[in-house]
């Protein structure tokens, strides 16, 4: 994967819609014409088996009910389960010579990049890629969605100027601290951590946080914890905040963001077709309708990838963000990273 | 009497060797698989060979401590409604450890359950306390009910001299009355460990790095072979328990008169204080934070296929686990050969469900026709769980009387024929109940479960362990619930079944 053109477009995304924030509601923004609706695409018929990492919850499930309704001739059947674990199970067998799922939906790109590096996923059709943003075309796989690391803080407790803008500087900090050590993106960002600043570094780091950390069981709790002045800031993808401000426009919850550092990692997810055959790919077309880009970007926040879709509203301008520079395929590598955190005794 | 000449090798021979060759082939599996590529032993395994030793350790201290007292107290002290204390106390057995890790967990610490409830700020629960805490409270049961079998089978007329010579009670209590269920204690703490040892969801949820986390973390990244070298080494751990477990015998004595003690009204008072936190915690704590996520968040997410699947794939273990275990059961009966395959069919109990998870995995990636379909679970259930339904087929079995086998002989009927006219309407009620163990152990099995079940296939237990990993507490409420309603009905069988003997709660059975 290149990660430049990868993190340079992703920039591009979020300041093309962020530069024109307060009139976008105002103006209809510019639809490109390859960006497809549902109802341009043929209806789906036959057995389809996805592979779906973890998803955020009820949202990927609310899309799949509606393609599945949209389709009642498909039958589709979701394994779920822990992102990188599946990305495991799909390279261990194809190794068995077993194949199962017919397409991979990854809530990380580095998941979606093993599964890639290992040759299993089918090329996509040129028109396919050509809906994605200049910069999001690759040829075996498609993201969805982009997603910031971030970190929520409590407003009535901090100001922005209290929050150091280095990640690292957060472990020398007196600040308190919510964190979901067992969350698939918190992981990623120790991978990025690691990846960064080496792996004695990032244990340290880990440890002098968890003094004054809180654990949550997912990042959504981070941001309410947050929120509810438990802890005065968090580690979080940046949508949950969105998302809890969306319902409570009043809020004691803002974000912000580090510099050049693993503390404002920028990842998208994925989905890659693994059988031959028309349906992987319509099934791909669907995730990136207008239709369902717009969802995931107006109700989960998440950074739509195909053109003329708006960006979430509430974003902060990316323009001031300056995520780091790391190799998106090497977050794949889970186990060392799982070893680090349990030898520091956060996981 | 006649001795009717037996066949060299009897009808349920075949067949019973079969079923004990398949139950070894696990473990066969995991040989071949681990010789790959894993590596024997390093740093990270020592940890996680000692965290899993100090929970067995601590876990089996403190379930002896609960255990025994609770014990002298349902077998000696009189208390009003001793049924229901018994009842009470017991109930434990009918919570999957896992439930109730899950529940203790968000109840505790920083924005808990009881810290959102009652503004009470307490601490968090986990790692080895707070898995000692759990697996103690959801297994001290077992002590309890093996401790209180043998206090029930003591004569009262020796604390009585001892008494009568001038020790206190608790003195007669402590040198007179404890040594001699000794075994009676050892017994419960032995399964306490085994139960210990093959527990997957309690050290997952509490963060403890034992071997069952481990292995599925090997598992999850797909190291498969160092999953097996680490199941490996627990089965080795499992293998001295039961090794130990076999050599525990029950001494018995001739049965007399039960001590009785009569308590007044302040040390009643003071008794139900003191065994209030142990129902409270294991209980009523876990009752009540699935009915607080009941209310607040309703039943959302909650298909009935779901418990449908359950259904469904339990049904389907239980039926296979009893036709298998009639033959092993006659096997068993009728020769030393038999005997030895019935203990072979033993050994899946031992194997605890991760590690048979990780065995069929592989097994499914080598034979592609099985992996992933609900043939492998089912295979994996009755591997594991076959032991409940031979050992409930030999008990009724063992009650027939050989001569109306012999009668029917004698009167013309084929071997065949006896045993389908006399034999099996005999032994109906003992694979009934063998089958209803077998299909409620698998309901509540988790690990093999995540492991092997089919795309799609959600059951209660797999829906409720997504739901943790998920973070959306509040969608445990009714898959929890449905889970402790079967695990009791499983409890109850267990108590009035085949294991009457050891979990006595009659009173008068060995008089």
Same mark, same amino acid.
């Given at each position: 994967?290149?990660?430049?053109?990868?993190?340079?477009?992703?920039?591009?995304a979020?300041?093309?819609?962020?530069?024109?924030?307060?009139?976008?509601?105002?103006?209809?923004?510019?639809?490109?014409?390859?960006?497809?609706?549902?109802?341009?695409?043929?209806?789906?018929?036959?057995d389809?088996?996805?592979?779906?990492?973890?998803?955020e919850?009820?949202?990927?499930?609310?899309?799949?009910?509606?393609?599945?309704?949209?389709?009642?001739?498909?039958?589709?059947?979701?394994?779920?389960?822990?992102?990188?674990?599946?990305?495991?199970?799909?390279?261990?067998?194809?190794?068995a010579?077993?194949?199962?799922?017919?397409v991979?939906?990854?809530?990380?790109?580095?998941?979606?990049?093993?599964?890639?590096?290992?040759?299993?996923?089918?090329?996509?059709?040129?028109?396919?890629?050509?809906?994605?943003?200049?910069?999001?075309?690759?040829?075996?796989w498609?993201?969805?969605?982009?997603?910031?690391?971030?970190?929520?803080?409590?407003?009535?407790?901090?100001?922005?100027?209290?929050?150091?803008?280095?990640?690292?500087?957060?472990?020398?900090?007196?600040?308190?601290?919510?964190?979901a050590?067992?969350?698939?993106?918190?992981?990623?960002?120790?991978?990025? @951590?690691?990846?960064?600043?080496?792996?004695?570094?990032?244990?340290?780091?880990l440890?002098?946080?968890?003094?004054?950390?809180?654990?949550?069981?997912?990042?959504?709790?981070?941001?309410?914890?947050?929120?509810?002045?438990?802890?005065?800031?968090?580690?979080?993808?940046?949508?949950?905040?969105?998302?809890?401000?969306?319902?409570?426009?009043d809020?004691?919850?803002?974000?912000a963001?580090?510099?050049?550092? %693993?503390?404002?990692?920028?990842?998208?997810?994925?989905?890659?077709?693994?059988?031959?055959?028309?349906?992987?790919?319509?099934?791909?077309?669907?995730?990136?309708?207008?239709?369902?880009?717009?969802?995931?970007?107006?109700?989960?926040?998440?950074?739509?990838?195909?053109n003329?879709?708006?960006p979430?509203?509430?974003?902060?301008?990316?323009?001031?963000?300056?995520?780091?520079?790391?190799?998106?395929?090497?977050?794949?590598?889970?186990?060392?990273?799982?070893?680090? @955190?349990?030898? %520091?005794?956060?996981? | 009497?006649?001795?009717?000449?037996?066949? $060299?090798?009897?009808?349920?021979?075949p067949?019973?060797?079969?079923?004990?060759?398949?139950?070894?082939?696990p473990?066969?599996?995991?040989?071949?698989?681990?010789?790959?590529?894993?590596?024997?032993?390093?740093?990270?395994?020592?940890?996680?060979?000692?965290?899993?030793?100090?929970?067995?350790?601590?876990?089996v201290?403190?379930?002896?401590?609960?255990?025994?007292?609770?014990?002298?107290?349902?077998?000696?002290?009189?208390?009003?409604?001793?049924?229901?204390?018994?009842?009470?106390?017991?109930a434990?057995?009918?919570?999957?450890?896992?439930?109730?890790?899950?529940?203790?967990?968000?109840a505790?610490?920083?924005?808990?359950?009881?810290?959102?409830?009652?503004g009470?700020?307490?601490?968090?629960?986990?790692?080895?306390?707070?898995?000692?805490?759990?697996?103690?409270?959801?297994?001290?049961?077992?002590?309890?009910?093996?401790?209180?079998?043998?206090?029930?089978?003591?004569?009262?007329?020796?604390?009585?001299?001892?008494?009568?010579?001038?020790?206190?009670?608790?003195?007669?209590?402590?040198?007179?009355?404890?040594?001699?269920?000794?075994?009676g204690?050892?017994?419960?703490?032995?399964?306490?460990?085994?139960?210990?040892?093959?527990?997957?969801?309690?050290?997952?949820?509490?963060?403890?790095?034992?071997?069952?986390?481990?292995?599925?973390?090997?598992?999850?990244?797909?190291?498969?072979?160092?999953?097996?070298?680490?199941?490996?080494?627990?089965?080795?751990?499992?293998?001295?328990?039961?090794?130990?477990e076999? $050599?525990?015998?029950?001494?018995?004595?001739?049965?007399?008169?039960?001590?009785? /003690?009569?308590?007044?009204?302040?040390?009643?008072?003071?008794?139900?204080?003191?065994?209030?936190?142990?129902?409270?915690?294991?209980?009523?704590?876990?009752?009540?934070?699935?009915?607080?996520?009941?209310?607040?968040?309703?039943?959302?997410?909650?298909?009935?296929?779901?418990?449908?699947?359950?259904?469904?794939?339990?049904?389907?273990?239980? /039926?296979?686990?009893?036709?298998?275990?009639?033959?092993?059961?006659?096997?068993?009966?009728?020769?030393?050969?038999?005997?030895?395959?019935?203990?072979?069919?033993?050994?899946?109990?031992?194997?605890?469900?991760i590690?048979?998870?990780?065995?069929?995995?592989?097994?499914?990636?080598?034979?592609p026709?099985?992996?992933?379909?609900?043939?492998?679970?089912?295979?994996?259930?009755?591997?594991?769980?076959l032991?409940?339904?031979?050992?409930?087929?030999?008990?009724?079995?063992?009650?027939?009387?050989?001569?109306?086998?012999?009668?029917?002989r004698l009167l013309?009927?084929?071997?065949g024929?006896?045993? $389908?006219?006399?034999?099996?309407?005999?032994?109906?009620?003992?694979?009934?109940?063998?089958?209803?163990?077998?299909f409620?152990?698998?309901?509540?099995?988790?690990?093999?479960?995540?492991?092997?079940?089919?795309?799609?296939?959600?059951?209660?237990?797999t829906?409720?362990? $997504?739901?943790?990993?998920?973070?959306?507490?509040?969608?445990?409420?009714?898959?929890?619930?449905?889970?402790?309603?079967?695990?009791?009905?499983?409890?109850?069988?267990?108590?009035?079944?085949?294991?009457?003997?050891?979990?006595?709660?009659?009173?008068?059975?060995?008089?």
């Amino acid at each position: 994967m290149q990660r430049r053109v990868f993190l340079q477009s992703l920039l591009a995304a979020g300041a093309f819609g962020l530069i024109p924030a307060g009139r976008s509601l105002a103006t209809t923004p510019p639809v490109a014409a390859d960006t497809l609706s549902v109802d341009q695409l043929p209806p789906m018929e036959g057995d389809l088996t996805l592979y779906l990492g973890r998803g955020e919850g009820g949202l990927y499930e609310n899309v799949l009910e509606a393609i599945r309704q949209r389709n009642p001739k498909l039958n589709l059947q979701i394994r779920r389960g822990v992102t990188a674990a599946l990305a495991n199970t799909i390279v261990a067998e194809a190794k068995a010579g077993v194949r199962r799922a017919d397409v991979f939906w990854a809530v990380d790109s580095g998941a979606i990049g093993m599964v890639a590096d290992a040759g299993l996923a089918r090329p996509l059709p040129a028109d396919l890629t050509g809906q994605l943003k200049a910069g999001f075309q690759y040829p075996q796989w498609a993201p969805v969605t982009g997603r910031i690391r971030t970190l929520p803080y409590n407003t009535g407790r901090l100001t922005p100027e209290q929050i150091p803008d280095s990640v690292m500087a957060l472990a020398d900090s007196e600040l308190s601290i919510g964190w979901a050590p067992a969350y698939a993106s918190f992981q990623s960002f120790v991978t990025a @951590m690691r990846l960064l600043e080496g792996d004695r570094v990032t244990a340290e780091w880990l440890r002098a946080i968890s003094k004054r950390a809180k654990s949550y069981a997912g990042e959504l709790g981070v941001v309410m914890g947050v929120e509810r002045g438990e802890v005065d800031l968090g580690f979080a993808n940046h949508y949950y905040t969105l998302r809890l401000k969306s319902g409570k426009p009043d809020a004691n919850v803002d974000l912000a963001f580090t510099k050049n550092d %693993a503390g404002c990692l920028v990842n998208a997810s994925g989905v890659l077709a693994l059988s031959e055959g028309d349906l992987p790919i319509t099934f791909i077309r669907y995730l990136l309708t207008r239709e369902v880009q717009s969802y995931l970007a107006s109700e989960a926040y998440e950074i739509p990838l195909v053109n003329g879709v708006k960006p979430p509203v509430g974003l902060p301008p990316l323009n001031r963000v300056s995520p780091p520079r790391v190799d998106l395929t090497q977050l794949a590598d889970l186990r060392p990273t799982l070893n680090l @955190m349990r030898n %520091a005794g956060v996981l | 009497m006649i001795n009717w000449p037996l066949p $060299r090798w009897p009808g349920s021979y075949p067949l019973a060797l079969i079923t004990a060759l398949v139950g070894l082939m696990p473990v066969g599996v995991l040989i071949g698989l681990a010789s790959e590529e894993a590596q024997l032993f390093d740093a990270h395994n020592l940890k996680v060979l000692i965290n899993t030793l100090l929970l067995m350790v601590f876990t089996v201290l403190g379930s002896v401590l609960i255990g025994v007292p609770l014990a002298l107290l349902t077998a000696y002290v009189q208390m009003p409604w001793r049924k229901l204390w018994l009842v009470l106390l017991a109930a434990p057995l009918a919570i999957p450890s896992y439930i109730g890790a899950f529940t203790l967990y968000a109840a505790f610490g920083r924005g808990g359950e009881i810290e959102n409830l009652l503004g009470l700020p307490v601490p968090p629960m986990d790692g080895l306390v707070g898995a000692t805490v759990v697996m103690t409270l959801y297994s001290y049961p077992f002590v309890m009910l093996t401790t209180r079998a043998s206090l029930l089978s003591l004569d009262a007329s020796l604390v009585n001299a001892a008494r009568t010579l001038g020790m206190t009670l608790s003195e007669s209590i402590w040198r007179v009355v404890l040594p001699r269920v000794a075994t009676g204690i050892a017994a419960g703490g032995l399964l306490v460990a085994l139960y210990t040892l093959s527990d997957f969801g309690t050290p997952a949820i509490m963060r403890l790095d034992t071997f069952t986390r481990v292995i599925f973390v090997e598992y999850n990244a797909f190291g498969l072979s160092q999953a097996a070298m680490l199941s490996l080494q627990l089965m080795v751990i499992v293998g001295l328990v039961l090794f130990l477990e076999s $050599r525990v015998r029950g001494n018995h004595e001739r049965p007399g008169r039960h001590l009785a /003690l009569w308590p007044n009204r302040w040390q009643k008072l003071i008794i139900a204080v003191a065994v209030a936190p142990v129902t409270i915690l294991a209980i009523v704590l876990p009752l009540s934070v699935f009915g607080i996520w009941l209310l607040r968040e309703g039943t959302g997410g909650f298909q009935f296929s779901h418990a449908w699947n359950s259904v469904h794939a339990s049904f389907l273990a239980a /039926l296979v686990a009893v036709v298998l275990a009639i033959p092993v059961a006659h096997a068993a009966i009728a020769g030393r050969a038999g005997r030895l395959m019935e203990r072979v069919t033993y050994f899946g109990f031992g194997v605890p469900g991760i590690v048979m998870g990780t065995a069929l995995v592989y097994l499914g990636l080598q034979l592609p026709f099985l992996y992933q379909t609900l043939g492998l679970l089912v295979l994996a259930y009755v591997l594991r769980f076959l032991p409940l339904a031979v050992g409930s087929v030999r008990a009724t079995a063992e009650g027939l009387d050989p001569s109306l086998v012999k009668a029917a002989r004698l009167l013309g009927a084929s071997p065949g024929e006896a045993f $389908r006219r006399v034999t099996l309407p005999l032994t109906l009620r003992g694979m009934v109940a063998g089958a209803a163990l077998v299909f409620l152990e698998a309901m509540r099995e988790l690990p093999a479960t995540l492991m092997l079940g089919p795309t799609g296939f959600e059951t209660l237990a797999t829906y409720l362990w $997504r739901v943790y990993e998920a973070g959306y507490f509040g969608r445990a409420a009714i898959p929890g619930l449905l889970l402790v309603l079967m695990s009791a009905l499983g409890l109850a069988l267990m108590l009035s079944g085949e294991r009457r003997a050891e979990f006595d709660v009659t009173e008068n059975h060995h008089s």
